[in-house]
């Protein structure tokens, strides 16, 4: 029995992906250190680390368990995990704890877990496994009401809690998804729109709100947000857009310019399902919510309210230079001017304390594991493999790219974490599990 074991932890090591594992140590060696310094101002050090080196030991075990598990299963489960995946956020809305305005957790004391992480992992394999089955249909209407009704189920759930932070990974990498598939750019283009009305709806009287701040003393740019701001106007320009797109494919077509009737009719459903979708995002979201997904276009509007942490990231990571200022020698991070420091702002602590240097060495292997994802993709023996990595490794770059735009200035505040070096015991857990479905498809890319 004992070396059957040996036989297999050596079969698993010597055909893993070590570049992947590599990165992913590393990466979370520079978290356990930055999580560290993060904790000491609070006194919360050895609970942070203690949280976090129980959820990595689990996690690597979840690696490990579904790196030896053959990931075409998946398709023949695809059913019941979705269930599963839905129960696990209904479950969480019964019987959850709320933090932070949201009931999203289940709390066992002296650690807690949260549903949506590893739900997220569960809808790339569901998504990927429907997508592969039905790839031939991809030019129907038809396929694509099936792929968002498989996406609404989970974002139902989700906005009920309400956590539009974690809703957000699911568009990049439903679209991305989709895009290997074969679809249609104007599909993706349509997404794009309904997507951008759901979100950007909401945010539009909270960003007129602010520019009046600004433009108290200027006459017709006032009365212009006034205009903007009222309800009706929002309704009439959204009226006259569908009119205008309607009109148009008419006129082609009396031109003799054949545009098929479906395009215009799913442009226009896009449009009025983004503006009806838009007033549950609404209700959703609270007031300092909605002020921090826009004041990262001029933070100082509000510099001690909403954009106070963009403010004190940007000065933090600018304070540290080229070299930083030294472990626990962060004065942002150690004085407690850096606000979510163990957690959404973690990247601003290394840039504080481990400078320009340490910074640009966590982006290169963050880098590289999104590159080995993208490279188990391409090497997968087959379709399904190939999408479970490209949504995988989607869902990495979007949580990169948001986070590290959020901390310099450059993107909104959502409260979407740095994966692999943001605290929290979910987050590592779901992760590491990830890791392992992407070695399970590297371990099998030349086995037919």
Known sequence: MIKQGKNFFHWLVSNIDLYLVLSVTILIVISFI??????????????YLS?????????????????????????????????????????????????RGTKGWF?????????????????????????????????????????????????VFIMMQPDFSS?????????????????EFFYLLCIIIGGGLVVGIPLLGTFFDMQLKIAQNKTFLTNLILFLKNDNTVVYII???LVLIISSWWFLWKLRIRIPIIYPVVLCGAIVLGCVSS???????????????????????????????????KIAIGSGKFTGKGLKKGTQTQLGFLPEQHTDFIFSVIGEEGGWIIAQLTLIFYFLFIW????????????????????????????????IGMVMGMMPVTGIPLLFLSYGGSSIFSSLCAVGVLCSIYIRRHTY
Do not use: C, W
């Not at 030896?68 to 209904?90: C, E, G």
């Not at 002296?110 to 998504?127: D, G, N, R, T, W």
């Open 107 to 155: 709390d066992f004391g002296f650690i807690s877990f949260q549903p949506v992480e590893i739900a997220k992992i569960m809808y790339i394999l569901v998504l990927s496994s429907f997508l592969d089955t039905k790839a031939k249909e991809f030019k129907r209407v038809s396929f694509l009401i099936s792929t968002f009704a498989i996406l609404l189920g989970h974002l």
């Open 239 to 241: 009226s006259a857009v």
């Open 167 to 183: 809703t957000l990974s699911y568009f990049p990498v439903t679209l991305f998804l989709l895009y290997a598939i074969g679809i």
């Open 34 to 47: 930055a999580i560290y310094s993060a904790g000491s101002n609070y006194g919360m050090s050895f609970r």
């Open 372 to 403: 080995r994802a993208l490279v188990i993709a391409k090497e997968s023996r087959d379709r399904y493999g190939s999408l479970m990595a490209i949504g995988i490794a989607t869902m990495f770059a979007f949580y990169a790219v948001i986070n």
């Open 279 to 313: 007033t549950f995002v609404e209700k959703s979201l609270k007031d300092y919510q909605r002020k921090r997904l826009v004041v990262f276009l001029d933070p100082h509007v509000d510099p001690r309210g909403s954009g106070y942490n963009i403010i004190q990231s």
């Open 51 to 99: 949280v976090q080196f129980l959820a990595t030991g689990i996690g690597f075990l979840g690696l490990l368990l579904l790196a030896s598990f053959n990931y075409q299963h998946y398709k023949h489960l695809d059913k019941l995990i979705y269930v599963l995946s839905l129960v696990l956020l209904a479950s969480v809305l019964l019987f959850g704890s709320v933090k």
